[in-house]
């Protein structure tokens, strides 16, 4: 009996892990994709969405990883740090008094609060360990003299760095900028406070909410006198907070005073934590919804015209697994079909231990402590994977216009999510197959099924739970097939289809100045107004791809909305123009 409970135990953990991967969505079995794409739209894609939060600059290790990523952003510092940086002794230390006192919730309780993560902050300090401006200032240096230009760079501004007189001129904030400048950077956007909803990164000196909306106006104000251009954000919440439940509402009384708001939004539950593994991968699978609910039922509620800064935000179901990179890549697909709303991304991180794109090893320290560090070689985890063939898909490219016919894996998110787009001559399409099945999947070009020759490459996986480190310099990409044969995408895959001979008629849109709108936002009742007379089709969508209306008229038309929530939509017009998209919102 002894020796048969080992197979038994064997066999529970098999049958425990094959039920924790059980497909969490019902679809039609042989089921077919269709991207129907209409090239006499296009826009070009926003690089800015490709961000990420990288740290440490210092080393020739550190700087080596810098260049050998390439960043197309570089927020400094990130993180609940930056709320804490001297940037005369570039360092992280204590504003203000370690423990105060704020006005907690519509009631106005008086509490206490200890500043978060104050014994890290204590050693920053005390050790002097940089941050690394000095060694970003170099890598700076050497990009402008390689490429002309330097980094695009994400600042991070201490709230509390100028004291508590509100109308001093905000002269830190001002002696900072100057030395930035100095040093060779571009000063162009810049973060007020990092996620200073939370009483733990705010401090003594900006305790309460209009403390923070003081400050943020003084900054705002100095830093425009020095160069009207700076645009500013403020950090608005993405979900309820107990602690100041009116903070976005708060903050957007008066929508003058910034330019965008801050985001932070991270998706995903843990398959280990009983209490939500059931929900796991089919919260990482529909990232896409998730990530536009934190925006679109908070932020847009309050500043619907303010661009998203999402200079925080991941995908994770218990590690860098394939549902967590098939999420991830999905989102970077929505927020391309959303450029007017999103403005920036940054991927949170790239070096660090949250979402890394590295692989990271725990070493004895010499003290005998046991402490995490990346590895190195350095070895890619799936997100690193992904984020190359995410780059290489849509980095520098034209979005063309298209749409996915396929199901459903829950209202607003569609098993096969894709983008066609051209870059350098050559037309490819970027497909995310969130379906446990392998789909033929169709191309149809302006009304004309494509079957011509086709190079099709994917990373695909088995499980939705598997994870896979590879070599840096390794290609994430496998061949799938290269000729003119029917495409089938992998199940649980990324793709990129590259149609070797495809013709695209010369783009054309329907500028937005040949558009009216108005009232807008409005109640519910929009007038549409064309400057030509030509019969034209419009289409109405929920912000998460549902279509809600839709009809044709000529020159004018009046669109009432029934028994559908406030927020945001997108009127899509179609007519011999070409398309234009518009956003319009009902409050």
């Known amino acids: ?15 425990v892990s094959v039920f924790a991967q059980d497909y969490p969505f019902s679809l039609p079995e042989n089921m077919e994709a269709t991207i129907n794409i209409t090239s006499s739209s296009s826009e070009e894609f926003n690089n800015l969405l490709l961000g990420t939060n990288t740290h440490h600059f210092t080393t020739s290790t550190e700087k080596a990883l810098i260049n050998k990523l390439k960043p197309i952003t570089i927020r400094f510092p990130h993180g609940l740090w930056a709320n804490w940086y001297d940037w005369r002794r570039d360092v992280t230390r204590l504003f ?37 401006i000095e060694g ?18 994400m600042w991070t501004f201490n709230m509390s760095a100028d004291g508590t007189d509100f109308n001093n001129g905000c002269p830190e904030t001002i002696a900072r900028y100057d030395d930035l400048i100095a040093k060779g950077f571009e000063v162009k956007v810049v973060e007020m406070g990092n996620e200073n909803f939370y009483p733990g990164q705010r401090s003594s000196i900006i305790p309460n909410t209009e403390d923070y909306i003081a400050r943020a ?26 602690a100041n439940p009116n903070w976005n509402q708060d903050l957007t009384q008066d929508l003058t005073y910034f330019d965008a708001v801050t985001v932070h939004t991270y998706v995903g539950s843990d398959p280990d934590d009983a209490s939500n593994s059931d929900e796991a991968y089919g919260t990482a699978l529909t990232a896409r919804k998730h990530l536009g609910n934190s925006i679109y039922d908070y932020a847009h509620q309050v500043a619907p015209n303010k661009p ?31 450029q007017d709303i999103f403005e920036r991304a940054n991927w949170f991180s790239v070096n660090g231990k949250l979402n890394s794109h590295y692989v990271w090893e725990t070493y004895i320290s010499p003290s005998g402590v046991e402490r995490p560090r990346i590895k190195y070689p350095l070895e890619k985890t799936l997100f690193g994977s992904a984020y190359e063939i995410i780059r290489l898909a849509i980095e520098n490219t034209t979005l063309i216009e298209s749409d996915v016919q396929v199901p459903n894996l829950v209202d607003g998110v569609k098993a096969v999510n894709a983008r066609a787009v051209t870059k350098d001559g050559k037309t490819s399409v970027f497909v995310v197959n969130l379906s446990n099945q392998d789909v033929p999947f169709n191309v149809n070009i302006d009304g004309d099924f494509y079957t011509d020759n086709a190079v099709h490459k994917a990373i695909s996986f088995s ?18 097939s290269d000729g003119s044969e029917s495409i089938t995408l992998p199940k649980f895959s990324i793709n990129i289809i590259e149609l070797s001979n495809a013709s695209l008629s010369a783009s054309k849109i329907v500028k937005q100045n040949e558009v009216s709108i108005y009232p807008n936002p409005s109640n519910g009742t929009f007038n549409i107004k064309l400057n030509h007379g030509e019969d034209t089709q419009y289409r109405i969508y929920s912000i998460n791809g549902v279509e809600i209306q839709k009809g044709n008229f000529v020159s004018t038309k009046e669109i009432r909305f029934e028994n559908h929530q406030t927020g945001i939509y997108i009127l899509q017009l179609e007519g011999s123009q070409g398309i234009s998209t518009q956003k319009i919102v009902v409050k």
């Open 1 to 15: 009996m002894l020796k048969k409970l080992p197979y038994l135990y064997i066999a529970l953990l098999i049958s």
């Open 96 to 132: 203000g008094t370690e423990s105060f006192q704020y006005e907690q919730g519509v009631n106005k309780t008086i509490r206490t609060k200890t500043v978060d993560h104050l014994a890290s902050i204590n050693i920053f300090d005390n050790l002097n360990i940089k941050v690394g």
């Open 308 to 338: 998203i800064w999402l200079t925080e935000w991941g995908v994770k179901s218990g590690g860098p697994n394939a549902v967590s990179v098939l999420g991830m890549a999905d989102c970077y697909i929505f927020m391309s079909e959303n």
């Open 217 to 242: 106006k003084a900054m705002s104000a100095a830093l425009k006198a020095k160069d009207p251009n700076i645009k500013v954000s403020v950090p608005l919440l993405r979900r309820d907070n107990w």
């Open 463 to 480: 499980t939705m739970d598997e994870e896979r480190a590879m070599g840096i310099d390794v290609d994430p990409l496998t061949l799938i």
């Open 136 to 153: 970003l200032t170099s890598l700076n240096e050497t990009r402008k003299s390689e490429t002309g230009k330097g980094f695009d760079m």
